[in-house]
């Protein structure tokens, strides 16, 4: 079993930046590939960005690539997701997720371990 706690969520403007974190415990972090989904009001959770157990390989949603970087430290069981020239419509609660796959996975179904979201803001 994995455990995860997301922090660094809040309320920002347009065009600002947040790093979200996600601090694992339980299994050892670097046999679990990471992922970061999100969830909009009134519609489906959605895959955002992944990376490889050993952080070599990353992977973004068309959306947020060039905007969005994310990466771990296996060292400190910690994923991140720096989130820059954030827009509106990136407001949701963003979820980070462990999957046992040898693979970077982007459905959400292949994700066991879930944290509980960090809510991101994005308004004037």
Known sequence: QVQLVEAGGGLVQPGGSL???????GRTFGNVAMGWFRQAPGKEREFVAAIS???????????VKGRFTISR?????????QVNNLKPEDTAV???????LLVIAVAST?????????QVTVSP
Not at 53 to 63: F, L, P, Q
Not at 73 to 81: A, G, H, I, Q
Not at 94 to 100: F, K, L
């Open 19 to 25: 790093r979200l974190s996600c601090t694992a415990s």
């Open 53 to 63: 157990r050993s952080g070599g390989v990353t992977r973004y949603a068309d959306s």
């Open 73 to 81: 430290d296996n060292t400190k069981s910690t994923v991140y997701l």
């Open 94 to 100: 963003y979820y980070c997720a462990g999957s046992p």
């Open 110 to 118: 292949d994700y066991n371990y879930w944290g509980q979201g960090t």
